[in-house]
């Protein structure tokens, strides 16, 4: 079975400083793992993804993610917060097959200070 | 390109109804997911769609069905709506042979009172 764990359901940063979403996943078969990220009232935009090619993952928005086997983390990361990185992030794992049965974490509110 | 649109975006029924939800894909894929949104949760999915058959589906009661049509859109079917199905429900669209990415539509918001 597959699971994921998002650290925090609430973060808050200052414009500028960097940006740190903690993403813990579980899986019995190599994971393909993503990160949306949704603003209100809206649906889910993809920000990266990962598939087993490189282990560090660039997306938009200047956000990356490194996938770290050993430590079963998927962790995002921006290096200067902006005040439209304010939104809802999720962290998501499938096993491929068009998003068949994709678990999605609780996500993560980030709040950027001005 | 055209992205994943959905339809209606707001809607409001009374407990017992039934209600259609619409999901038209992006352009080049050839499976619909659907999943429901509860407020400040993440969302869970429901079923997939692939060659307009039910591809499996997760923890949902069959009063919730479904239809993908020959150029791949898709409906969302939910039946004897109960209080607990107030939600966004947002539908994914991918192609079945690639890593799983999806792209969503802006979801419909269902208010059930």
């Known amino acids: 079975a597959q699971s994921v764990t998002q650290l925090g359901s609430h973060v808050s940063v200052s414009e500028g400083a960097l940006v740190l979403l903690r993403c813990n996943y579980s899986s019995s078969v190599p994971p393909y793992l993503f990160w949306y990220v949704q603003y209100p009232n809206q649906g889910l935009q993809l920000l990266l993804k990962?598939?087993?090619?490189?282990?560090l993952v660039k997306g938009i928005n200047g956000f990356e993610a490194e996938f770290k086997k050993s430590e079963t983390s998927f962790h995002l990361t921006k290096p200067s917060a902006h005040m439209s990185d304010a939104a809802e992030y999720f962290c998501a794992v499938n096993r491929g097959t068009g998003g068949f049965k994709t678990i999605f974490g609780a996500g993560t509110r980030l709040f950027v200070k001005a | 390109e055209t992205g994943v649109t959905q339809s209606p975006t707001h809607l409001i029924k009374t407990r017992g109804q039934q209600v259609t939800l619409r999901c038209s894909s992006q352009s080049g894929h050839n499976t619909v997911s659907w999943y429901q949104q509860a407020l400040g949760q993440g969302p869970q999915f429901i079923f997939q769609?692939?060659?307009?058959?039910?591809?499996g589906r997760g923890n949902f009661p069959p009063r919730f069905s479904g239809l993908q049509f020959p150029n791949y859109s898709s409906e969302l079917n939910v039946n004897a709506l109960e209080l607990d199905d107030s939600a966004l429900y947002l539908c994914?669209?991918?192609?079945?042979?690639?890593?799983?990415?999806?792209?969503f539509g802006p979801g419909t918001r269902l208010t059930v009172t």
């Open positions: 990962y598939t087993s090619a490189a282990t």
């Open positions: 994914a669209s991918s192609s079945y042979r690639q890593g799983g990415e999806q792209y």
């Open positions: 769609y692939y060659r307009e058959e039910e591809n």
